[in-house]
Structure formats: C-alpha cells, structure tokens
C-alpha cells in the first residue's frame, strides 16, 4: 500500500550519489562503531563504492576512522564513528519566560545549554529581535572559538511562522507579524551556514523523533505546556504542517462547550483549563491578587512544592489538568492514531502528577482495548524546542546537504 | 525549513530512470497534449534523455504520440497525450448498504461505475467476501474483454485495514478480523496485478487529492457521511494512516460531554449528532417504528424530498447535523489546518442543507479572521472511495510501478 506523493522531482547522477552519502552518515550515526563491510551488508550498495562514500565523509570531516579493529574472524577491519569535533548545529528558544540556547554536535551530544530569564510581554518587540539576537551571537562565538565550524541556527517561537521566517503573531510575547529572520541574519553578519525561524512544538517534535526515547517512531506528537499549549506532529517520519503553518494549534481545542470562559471569547477550550495561566490560578489562588505572572518558573515550583507537600488545591488543580489534557490526547488519537504522544514543557516539570490523570482519561476514552496510544513524559526538558532547533541542521545534514571540505 | 524524513533508502542508477519515467508520465497527465521539448524545458532533463524517456514510455504503450503539430513557430513537434486505451484501474467499495464498481483510464476517465444494493449487516462475512468478489470479477472480466490490461483493484472498506490486507472491524458490516485480501485474491485466481484492501476514508481523500475540484492541494481533508463516520487525511501531499493505521477514525470524537446517548456508551460523539441513524431518527421520527434500518438510501432520498419541500422537522434536523459537523472540521483545523475539509458520502448528498450549517459553524469558531479553511462538497460521489481505489493503482504507477511492455 502507497500513499500519494507530491510531485515527483527530476533525478540525476548527483542525487543517486548524495543521496548515498546521506544512508551511510544515518547508518553510522545509527550503528557506531561498524565498518565499511557492515555498511555494505546492511544497505546492499557494494564495498567499492561503499568506500568512495566514506572516503568522502572522511574528507568533510564528518567521519572518523577510529583506526581501532573489532575483535571478529576473518580481515581486521578499520571502524567508522561520527566525527563530532569541527561542527555544531545550533538551536535557540524563545518563551513567554524565558530565552535558551542549545548545541549539538553531529552525534547529538549537548555542547551547551542555556536559559536566561526573558520578559516575555515585558519587552518589546525590538527588544526581542535584539535579545534574541545578541544570544544567538554569543553562542556562534563561544562554538567557532572551539573551533567549531556551525551548521545551522534555527529559532524556535510560540507561533504560526511564514516560510519567509515571519512571525505571523505570538499573543504570550505580543508580537505579531514579526520579521524576526531577516533581523537576525543582519545581526549575525549574514553568515555562511542557514538561519531559520520555526514553531516551537516543530521543533519539539523533530527534536523527540531524533533524540527523545521514542526517537525514530514515525507517528509522534509533542504537546508542550506553557502560557499557550501547541502540538507537534510527526506522521510517517514527516513533520505535519498544514496548509498555513497552523497544524498543531490546539489551544483553543473546544473540550466542554459548558466549560470555563476562556480569553479567546469561547468557553472550554484546552487552555482555558490547562494552560499555564489556568493552572497558576486553580492551584495558587492568591497569585492573582500580586498581578498578573509574567515569569512561571517560580509559580511552577511552588505549585511543584505544594503538590510534592500534599496540598489538597495543588493536587485537585493539576489532576483536573490532567483529565482534560488527557481528553486532548484522546482528540489527537482520533485524528492521528499517534504511536506516542510525549508531555513537554511544563507538563514535564509537572508530569509526576499530570501524567496518572492523563492516562487515566486516555484509557477511559479509547473506543476498543488495547488502542489506546502511549503518552510519555520529555526528557529532553529544559529546552526540547531548542534541542529541535539544532536537531533540523542534523537533520538537514542527514538529506544530504552536506558541508563542502575546508 | 524542511521535514525530518523517514529512512532514506539507497539508490542506484535504475532508480533515476524509474523517478525520470513517473516525471515525465506525471507531466504528460498533467500539460497533454505536451511535446518532448515542452517536458525537457519543465523538468530540466536533457531533450536526449526524454526523447528515450518518452520512448519507454510509448513502448510501454502508457503514452500515444498523436502525429499533431502544435502551431508554433519553429520546427513542429510531435504531441504527446496519455494512452488511454491499453490500461484499467479498478476500485471497489464496500458500504453499509451498498457495493460500488469504478474503473478508470490513465487520464482518470471513468470507464464504468456500478452501484448495487447490499444487505450489510444483514449478509454474513462469508457472504460479504462471495459479493465483493464476485463483482471484482464481473468487473475484470467486462474489461478485459474490451482488451484492456488490469492495472491494480483496490477495495474499500468502511474500518481499519491491517498491512496484511485484513480487515480489523467494520461493526456496521458485522465484520471483524475479516482476512478479505487472501479470499479477493483467491477469488480472482491469483492475478497478476496488484490486489488490495484500504480504509474508506482514506480511499476517498486519495480520489479527491488526484481527481476532484481540489486535486493537488497537498492538505485536504475528507469527512464521509454514512452510519460510520470517517476522515481521510492528505498532509503535505502524502496520506496519514497513524501508527496503527486508526487515523481519522472520528466517529467518536466528543462535542459535547453533556450531549445525547451514543451507542458506544459515551456521550455526544460526532456518530451521535451526524451519523446516518441519528439523521435518520431526527429527521424522520416515523421510521423507527419500522424497525431499524440496513439500506438507507431510500431514507436520505426522503430526507432530502422532505428539505426541499420546506418540511420543518428535516430542516432544524439538518441545521444541527451541519452544526455539529462544523465543530467536527474546526476540530480538524485546528489539529491538521488543512486547505479544504471535502463532504463526501451521505454528506455530500445532503449538501444543500448541510453545507450552509457547517461553514457558519467553522466560521464561528476560527480563532482569528481569515483562518477558517474552505470547506467543498465532493464531486466524485456517489462511489468517490471506489475511484480512490482505482486511483490507488494510478498513484503507484506514476511513483514508478510501471508494467512491463507486452
């Protein structure tokens, strides 16, 4: 069974070749240490040109010949490994709250991880650009001064994004039809290696499907908690946009038609009940009275605290949570029939609680036995849309566009 | 920005011409009558390259050389149309209360379409698979007798089909863990073309993706009234099956916690608003008296008779059906944001009352202006998953399946 393609692309003798050299880069990331002779086996394409492949890898310094020899019968052979020394790929997010940053080496392997506080509505929107901006500088500088050579930056948002890398809006920060790419790249001294803007769930997703415990599922989707909640969807290994960027925009996810009133206008909605903002004022009825939060990590905490302590409003608040975003998961799987649907964001900081709810509704709600789909909690936690990120210039890496040698 | 890809697969040579072959036959679908300098100059390939491209492809007989010279200035060129005579898709349909026959041309021209009445539920599992295939030879012999090869057949069923072409459960049929593939192809003494079974849905969302009003638009959305309800989801051109192949089972999507009694014992799922025994009973309050239901085209011809004459009660009966079904593809939007939500089935039948209900609805319910998606009626009924069965085999030819030359 085939599903329909889009249009089909003319092919040549390059793409017959690039598209080699990216199986055997995915295999080794894949099967480190092995030998040509294992690549051969396993791709069916033959040791000579198995070895010109490698040796071209070899030569853009994504492989290393480890020189060592496994231990087997026949010809020592030399092992290959990714080369993870001359290259990161770099992932930045912005939050309501917050500013990270993430590097990842060719293996996947953190090189730093950041997180700045960040005013969120607070700042401006040329405030933002800036912000955004001078962290991005600050980690290009500190990987090159390693040495480093950078294969990608990609800015992750809490937004729908144009293709042009225009934020269309991002209510939590106040922005809307921000021209964030081209601002950066200007700041960056128009760099050699690509800079992109993209939704935060994306990312997330992209970044579970290649490092997540759950990496290499093809049917995956991220629900990440926050002053706005935003799914990421992977169907088929393939990120699932939608035909305006919106896909995943589930926010505003009508639950209960009678339920509370949410800030859209409508009552029920997803966030209405387990957004940030929602949780903060169930579980902590007296922050409202200090104004309104723009800063959660400390609400997060206490409610954390409060819930660890065994308090009572605490507790009642985030299983509430927990059932209606358990609903939410249950809307997903019958849209989408995902394998797993991972918690992140706040959901993971809060997951210890949130979860039994979660699963508890999703069981209840699954039309046969046994269909029920797996919800699983981040690890990638603090920064997974970061991670994702840096994750899409591996990832781009992998589809062969490969760095020319120095 | 692009997607994370599944398993990049190793290529060779053959495979370059293969992808060259589905190009040019795709182009000539899509721009005939077309002359070879008009393909070297849209898909980039060298002219040599397509002259032996285009030679392949007569001598497989998909393409016909019409002798015609376009009149432009310059030396006149030999046009190329699709072969239509040679060559038959077939799609069959299994529904509630009915069977359908498609068979098309490479150009997508129905060749026939059969509908006949079929007891259902009423009829065992045994004698379902003596029905389906005893058309699918009726089908194979009819055209085969006009001297056409069989490209594929393809039958659709109204539930999730396993890999392995059996049907899992179609509770409206009475069916589960129905082997339906091995009995087809059994039947059809072996063929030598490909035999498969498929979800309905997802049949129908093919169709409309290569046939319909909005063919090509890589995010579109089918919604198939019947008794079951289904949805059929093309994402970025290709379609979305889920982990288990589940996706799009939205027959029990909850609306309305608070809403009518579903036979799954759960209250206010999308069935229980809009599925054709709800509209049956809203619309027709008489009938159940009579017993229930097996065939219902009789009913959905009463039904519309009813609307068209003004009668109230089917009026307000199909205002809240559309109603409902608007929330439904809200629902949808804000998980897929797909570019069009297609009505296909019972639904497409009641349209005129229907439709006016559900885009008020989806309106109502954009988050903000200009987001709301477009939603169609389908063209294709009656039998639209009948002809994505067919066109299955059409798909599968232009991804590179092409039969060898007689």
């Known amino acids: 069974m085939i ?39 396993s791709t069916g ?23 060592l020899t496994e231990n087997r019968i026949g010809r020592p052979a030399a092992m290959l490994v990714l080369e993870t020394r001359p290259y990161a790929a770099v992932g930045l997010e912005v939050g309501a709250d917050h500013l990270a940053a993430v590097a990842l080496d060719l293996a996947g392997e953190r090189l730093l991880s950041w997180r700045r506080a960040y005013p969120g509505l607070g700042a401006g929107a040329g405030r933002a650009e800036a912000a955004v901006a001078a962290l991005a500088g600050r980690v ?75 990496a290499g599922s093809p049917d995956l989707v991220t629900l990440i908690g926050g002053v706005d909640i935003g799914a990421g969807i992977i169907a088929d290994g393939r990120l699932v946009r939608g035909g305006q960027g919106f896909a995943g925009r589930i926010g505003h996810l009508q639950l209960d038609p009678g339920g509370p ?13 387990a957004g940030l903002p929602a ?9 409202d009275a200090d104004g309104p939060v723009s ?32 609903q939410a998961v249950s809307v997903l799987a019958d849209v989408l029939d995902p394998r797993v649907v991972v918690l992140g964001g706040a959901f993971a900081t809060l997951s210890d609680w949130l979860l039994p709810a979660v699963e508890a509704e999703v069981k209840a709600r699954a039309v046969a036995p046994g269909e029920a789909g797996h919800v699983a909690v981040s690890t990638l936690e603090p920064g997974s849309a970061a991670t994702g990120g840096a994750a899409l210039a591996l990832d781009r890496l992998e589809a062969g566009h490969l760095p020319v040698p120095a």
């Open 279 to 287: 949780l903060v004022r169930a579980a902590l009825p007296d922050t």
């Open 140 to 214: 290009v500088t500190k990987l090159t001064a390693q040495g480093r050579r950078i294969l990608g930056l990609t800015v992750a948002v809490p937004g729908p994004v144009t293709t042009a890398g225009g934020v269309r809006f991002a209510p939590h920060l106040g922005w809307s039809d921000l021209d964030l790419l081209p601002a950066l790249t200007k700041a960056l001294h128009r760099p050699d290696y690509p800079v992109a803007v993209d939704n935060d769930a994306n990312l997330a997703a992209l970044a579970e499907h290649r490092h997540g415990p759950h």
């Open 45 to 67: 394409l033959n040791k000579a040109t198995v070895s010109s492949l490698v040796a071209d890898l070899l030569d853009r310094r994504l492989l290393r010949d480890t020189g």
């Open 261 to 273: 009133l949410c800030r859209c206008g409508r009552r029920g909605c997803l966030e209405a009940y």
């Open 3 to 41: 599903g329909t393609q889009g249009a089909a692309q003319p092919a040549d003798l390059t793409d017959v070749r690039t598209t080699n050299l990216a199986v055997v880069l995915r295999y080794v990331r894949t099967h480190a240490p092995c030998s040509r002779a294992d690549i051969a086996a």
């Open 295 to 326: 800063d959660f990590a400390p609400e997060l905490e206490r409610i954390a605290a409060l819930a660890r302590s065994g308090d009572e409003a605490a507790g009642t608040a985030l299983t509430e949570a927990g059932s209606r975003l358990g």
